[in-house]
């Protein structure tokens, strides 16, 4: 089983920077393969970027620009540094690994 924990949520001012963690733990074969996705409340949870295990990224047109998908093998953490934050990034963020497991959530929130 597989557990994910994230880390690094809060609050940030319009134009500030965040990175959230991604820790991931149990029976792991790899974590090439990871995503982040984000949930407001009355809103379905969206896809902000994803990882492939060539290291390929891809990111919610939203965030293009400003987000930056990362990870480090060797500690199975995988990362997601925010910059130029809005109002409109405030969110509930999670992480995901297939076939299934999320991790708790991190609440971020963009306000002056």
């Known amino acids: 089983q597989v557990q994910l924990v994230e880390s690094g949520g809060g609050l940030a001012q319009p134009g500030g920077s965040l990175r959230l963690s991604c820790a991931a733990s149990g029976n792991i074969f790899s974590i090439a393969f990871m995503s982040w996705h984000r949930q407001v409340p009355g809103k379905q949870r969206e896809l902000v970027a994803v990882?492939?295990?060539?290291?390929?990224?891809n990111y919610a047109d939203s965030v293009k620009g400003r987000f930056t998908i990362s990870r480090d093998i060797a500690k199975n953490t995988v990362y997601l540094q925010m910059n130029s934050l809005k109002p409109e990034d405030t969110a509930v963020y999670y992480c995901y690994k297939p076939p299934g497991t999320w991790g708790q959530g991190t609440q971020v929130t963009v306000s002056s």
């Open positions: 990882i492939t295990q060539s290291g390929t990224t």
